[in-house]
């Protein structure tokens, strides 16, 4: 968690001292990116704090931790396809669901499957490529969310 | 919108309410909920501000614009490493490439490009990038990027090579 401190003030004194204005727009930027989301991101942990007392941390571990990998995994990349999250919401749901015990290449699954398999955004992407087109690109995603999660699980030792 | 809006209020509230009320009589189910949102929020905290300064520092200095005008000139490799670096500064989801990618397309970019594009602005847009190393971890991240973007582009070359022999043309609207 350091080194994101150390980049952050690093880019910032960087960006300082090439140009003041820029930073402090920059600075302005993020303010108001922070402010437009908390709603959306104190409802995610509300949400989030009551379903996490409610499913006990032995349900979770079980079943997006080590014993039934096949099993989250299918879990896993089935929500990622079908649901609309940006991205400011899933990691840090993901860092909540890791400290649970969720294995990285779960979590893995989860997040490259809600960045490019798009079930939800299958009429507008229809409207643009073409059913044919769009069919394929979302089974290729999927396949690639796939091996992104096994390559995960080998680095991380979590299978093998 | 307004009527959203205060369901919303009204459930943020009650949620408050309760977590006060437990913590007043010592409901227990209510004070573990209260602690699991302030351990999250604080967690969250730690990390957000960085994240967001990040953000508004990438928004600044880099200008999507210089990129798309890039873009489509050049082929062959090159071209896909345009691909990938207009897809890292896409902001928004798989909505806001699509119509990107279009006009992309229109402009006479190939369709292995096109999609390339739209893998990228999936999994390597730069914003959501600074999210995942937040609170995932530097070594998550390479690993993910290390795996997809050959991924991607090797993919892209196949289904759009195979859509292009096959005399596959995009039409909007169908």
């Known amino acids: 968690m350091y080194y994101l401190y150390i980049a952050t003030g690093f880019a910032l004194l960087l960006s300082f001292i090439v140009n003041r204005e820029k930073t402090f727009k920059a600075i302005t930027i993020a303010t108001h990116r922070f402010v437009n989301i908390l709603p959306a991101f104190v409802s995610m942990l509300i949400v989030v704090s009551i379903v996490l007392f409610l499913i006990p941390d032995e349900l979770i571990s079980n079943y997006l931790g080590k014993n039934n990998i096949f099993i989250g995994l299918i879990f896993a990349s089935f929500f990622g396809s079908i649901t609309l999250m940006p991205g400011f919401i899933a990691f840090p749901l993901c860092g909540i669901l890791l400290k649970k015990g969720v294995l990285y290449m779960v979590l893995s699954a989860f997040s490259t499957?809600?960045?490019?398999?798009?079930?939800?955004?299958?009429?507008?992407?229809?409207?643009?490529f073409g059913v044919r087109l769009t069919i394929l690109r979302n089974m290729m995603s999927l396949f690639i969310a796939l091996f992104v999660a096994l390559m995960t699980g080998i680095f991380f030792r979590e299978i093998f | 919108m307004k009527r959203d809006n205060s369901i919303k209020t009204a459930g943020v509230s009650g949620y408050l309410l309760f977590l006060l009320v437990s913590f007043m009589y010592g409901f227990s189910?209510?004070?573990?909920?209260?602690?699991?949102?302030?351990s999250f929020s604080i967690d969250m905290l730690k990390l957000l501000p960085c994240a967001f300064i990040l953000i508004g520092l990438f928004e600044v200095w880099v200008k999507r614009e210089t990129i798309e005008k890039?873009?489509?000139?050049?082929?062959?490799?090159?071209?896909?490493?345009?691909?990938?670096l207009l897809g890292g500064a896409t902001i928004g989801g798989l909505y806001v490439s699509f119509p990107i990618a279009y006009s992309l397309y229109r402009k006479g970019a190939k369709l292995s490009i096109i999609l390339t594009y739209i893998g990228a602005s999936g999994i390597c847009r730069v914003p959501m990038t600074v999210f995942e190393i937040s609170f995932m971890g530097i070594k998550f991240t390479i690993i993910r990027l290390m795996v997809s973007i050959p991924l991607v582009i090797l993919t892209s070359i196949a289904l759009g090579d195979y859509l292009t022999k096959k005399n596959y043309k995009i039409e909007k609207g169908k």
């Open chain 1, 113 to 128: 499957t809600l960045m490019i398999v798009g079930v939800l955004t299958y009429p507008i992407e229809k409207k643009y």
């Open chain 2, 29 to 38: 189910p209510g004070k573990e909920i209260g602690h699991n949102f302030i």
């Open chain 2, 70 to 84: 890039h873009f489509g000139e050049e082929s062959g490799i090159r071209g896909y490493i345009w691909a990938l």
